[in-house]
């Protein structure tokens, strides 16, 4: 009884680089959520995608990020030519998306470093 | 514009007694309510929600308390456990969608002996 699943759990990446987060959704959870948490701060939503689409995308920077979740494999998260501000530990959260008070399920995260 | 907001950063309770963990909200357009519980380096975890059409939800030792009218939320653990020592975050949901949650910015909840 697998929950989400997230890896790497840690990412170091020099300042220009890419980073790829990746995010397999509990069994049977077609929505994926991810979050960012800045240090000291709360859980701020970027994303939110079924199968194939994104279905809100209002917390996503407008640059360098962008976020898929295809018909198979896990949903990416992907950050272009890191800067240190992006620094962070992204959640990704999953529900069955069967009705509106489904509950959001984390997974563990992934701590990027940006250096 | 901070929506969700716990005031209070930290809380020291001891074995035994109650935790109360303070919230409010300022969008009268949230319906759905939930907390979670977060130990360093791990991902939050579901402890309890509560629907707007509500003013009490109770799990075990967990009791989050809605009154809209305040716009306040809160979450009672009785008896408090160590192993409740975490920090424990707010958040809440739009009324009619099943998309993003509006986080506060936490209480560490501190359990002594």
């Known amino acids: 009884n697998a929950g989400v699943m997230q890896n790497p759990r840690h990412l170091v990446r020099r300042r220009g680089q890419e980073a790829r987060l990746r995010c397999s959704p509990m069994?049977?959870?077609?929505?994926v959520y991810w979050y960012r948490q800045l240090p000291e701060e709360g859980l701020k939503f970027m994303v939110y995608?079924?199968?194939?689409?994104?279905?809100?995308e209002s917390g996503m920077p407008k640059e360098r990020f962008s976020a898929e979740f295809p018909k198979e494999g896990p949903s990416i998260l992907r950050i272009q030519q890191v800067v240190r501000g992006d620094s962070a530990a992204y959640f990704c959260?999953?529900?069955?998306?069967?009705?509106?008070?489904?509950?959001?399920?984390f997974g563990p995260g992934t701590r990027l470093t940006v250096l | 514009d901070q929506q969700v907001k716990q005031n209070s950063p930290s809380l020291s309770v001891q074995e035994g007694r109650i935790s109360i963990l303070n919230c409010d909200y300022t969008n009268s357009m949230f319906d759905y309510f939930l907390w979670y519980k977060k130990y360093p380096a791990e991902g939050p975890t579901f402890l309890i929600s509560?629907?707007?059409?509500?003013d009490k939800n109770e799990d075990g030792r967990f009791t989050v308390f809605l009154n809209k009218s305040a716009k306040h939320l809160s979450l009672h653990i009785v008896p408090s456990q160590p192993g409740d020592s975490a920090v424990y975050f707010c958040?809440?949901?739009?009324?009619?969608?099943?998309?993003?949650?509006?986080f506060g910015t936490g209480t560490r909840l501190q359990v002594t002996l």
């Open positions: 959260a999953s529900s069955p998306g069967r009705t509106l008070a489904d509950t959001q399920y």
């Open positions: 995608l079924q199968k194939e689409n994104i279905i809100d």
């Open positions: 509560i629907s707007s059409i509500k």
């Open positions: 069994k049977g959870h077609s929505h």
């Open positions: 958040a809440a949901r739009l009324t009619g969608t099943a998309s993003k949650l509006t």
